[in-house]
């Protein structure tokens, strides 16, 4: 793995997001909040997992940062898999898991895979510097869709519902799948209603963190921007693009790594609130790609759009106004 500048770090893109969101907790944080996010990491099926881990956590350790989160997808609950969550709980400070539809790949079951992670439950609260945090498990039946499970069931509803009403700080959620596409959670649209209803109270929803789709944008819809950070590793483009990219033997022990297209450097962002100044502000990574590009494969960028199928995490500036 190759070392990652500061210079490297800050080199994206940027975009303004004006956000209809009254923040009036920011005389409680007396700093910025800044946090460390990765998802996507795939432990089980890229081959240098705990590199692009430990990668993030000596980067995050050194940025002194409040807390660090996954969002997702991270690794099955299997003892092989202890070393890597030992990479994770090298981290100093406070550490926060997302159940992702692949963390109960093997048949494992999602409270297993919260208690390997030593997570207070599938979905929880918490609060640093005037901020609250929810987390919610997209992983529950109830959809109509066949393949892997993306719903949240009434009672998790309930429980956010309530998390909300009670809440007296700005809000931001965080989840695997994303919550404003159909690719994403299924009954999503009962979930930004919830959401958006919040946007005239004390305690308003200013940000949504997601992962699962391996892109990079940021999408506002009615008041509340989507941020969809790309996978810490590669971006999946299925058996019709069976490719290597790696060596042989690395293939021979990775079967599912050909239908990748991996990213050379790990990918993740640093996300600093400031309520005082009204801004979220998102530094991400830039990287390329291993092998042969989507497009190079034979994706089109009607299926791949380059916008957003890229190996990079792009700068964003969120402005949270009256």
């Not at 109270?201 to 941020?227: C, E, M, T, W």
Request: with cysteine; charged share 20%.
């Amino acid at each position: 793995m190759t070392n990652i500048s500061r210079r490297t770090f800050l080199a994206t893109s940027s975009c303004a997001i004006t956000l209809p969101a009254l923040v009036t907790q920011a005389q409680e944080q007396t700093a910025p909040l800044r946090f460390g996010v990765i998802t996507d990491l795939h432990q089980d099926i890229i081959p240098d997992a705990p590199e692009r881990l430990r990668a993030f956590v000596e980067a995050m350790t050194l940025a002194n940062v409040d807390f660090i989160c996954q969002l997702g997808d991270f690794c099955i609950p299997k003892p092989a898999n202890q070393p890597l969550m030992k990479i994770w709980n090298s981290f100093p400070g406070p550490k926060y898991h997302v159940l992702g539809n692949h963390d109960m790949d093997a048949g494992y079951k999602p409270q297993v895979t919260a208690e390997f992670y030593g997570m207070p439950a599938r979905y929880y609260a918490f609060s640093a510097k005037g901020v609250r945090f929810i987390v919610l498990d997209g992983n529950e039946p109830g959809g109509q869709k066949s393949g892997y499970a993306r719903y949240i069931g009434p009672d998790q509803i309930a429980w956010l519902k309530t998390e909300l009403e009670k809440s007296n700080e700005p809000v931001i959620v965080l989840i695997h799948q994303p919550l404003e596409t159909d690719s994403g959670i299924e009954n999503h649209a009962a979930i930004q209603k919830i959401l958006e209803g919040t946007l005239s109270n004390k305690s308003p929803v200013v940000a949504v963190f997601a992962g699962h789709l391996h892109q990079d944008y940021v999408r506002p819809v009615n008041g509340i921007p989507y941020i969809q950070i790309n996978s810490a590793a590669y971006h999946w483009m299925g058996d019709q693009f069976a490719h290597e990219s790696y060596s042989p033997e690395i293939h021979k022990q990775h079967p599912h790594l050909k239908s990748t297209c991996p990213y050379q450097d790990p990918l993740w962002a640093m996300v600093t609130v400031d309520l005082a100044g009204r801004t979220l502000e998102i530094e991400g990574l830039k990287t390329t790609w291993v092998g042969q590009s989507p497009w190079e494969l034979g994706a089109t960028e009607k299926s791949h759009p380059p916008e957003i199928v890229r190996p990079a995490i792009s700068e964003q500036q969120i402005n949270l106004v009256r």
